[in-house]
C-alpha cells in the first residue's frame, strides 16, 4: 500500500504519463492480490466457490411487455395468456415435418439409478431453498 501511496505522489509531482502508468498498473496488481486474497478465504472457510455469488437475491423474470401480439405489447398475464394460446392454436393443425429429427445427431444415455420419492424429499431436504444446486451441493 505504501508502494501505491509513494507512487501516486510521483505522479502528482510529476504529472508524467510513466508515471500514472505506474501508478494504476500498481493499483490494479494491489486490487488483484486483494480480491485473490479475499477468495481463498471464502473457499478456504467454506471449501465453495459458489459461496462467492449472491445466490439469494431474487431473479427477476423476464418482462412480458417485450412480447407483442397482433401489433400490442402484452402488459398484463392475460393478454400474455391470449398471445400464447392463440399461437398455439394456430399452430395446432399444422403438418410437421418430423424426418428433420433424424438428421440430429444421437447422444450416448447416461444410466438413471431409480430412487424413491421418499428418497428425494429425505436428500433435497437438507439443502437451504435459497441456494442453486450443483456439483457442490447436490449429486
Not at 417485450?66 to 395468456?81: Q, Y
Request: aromatic share 12%; glycine share 2%; charged share 25%.
Amino acid at each position: 500500500m505504501e508502494e501505491c501511496s509513494h507512487s501516486l505522489n510521483n505522479y502528482r509531482i510529476t504529472r508524467s504519463l510513466d508515471n500514472w502508468k505506474s501508478f494504476k498498473k500498481i493499483v490494479k496488481n494491489v486490487k488483484r492480490s486483494f480480491f485473490n486474497e479475499k477468495i481463498q478465504e471464502v473457499v478456504n472457510k467454506s471449501h465453495s466457490p459458489w459461496e462467492l455469488m449472491n445466490w439469494i437475491s431474487k431473479h427477476k423474470l423476464p418482462t412480458t411487455k417485450a412480447i407483442k401480439h397482433n401489433g400490442h405489447p402484452c402488459f398484463s398475464p392475460e393478454s400474455l395468456w391470449d398471445a400464447l394460446h392463440s399461437t398455439f392454436n394456430t399452430a395446432f393443425n399444422c403438418q410437421v415435418n418430423l424426418n428433420i429429427l433424424s438428421k440430429i445427431e444421437r447422444k450416448a444415455t447416461s444410466q438413471w439409478y431409480p430412487f424413491s420419492k421418499e428418497e428425494f424429499k429425505q436428500v433435497i431436504s437438507k439443502y437451504n431453498n435459497s441456494l442453486v444446486p450443483g456439483p457442490d451441493k447436490l449429486t
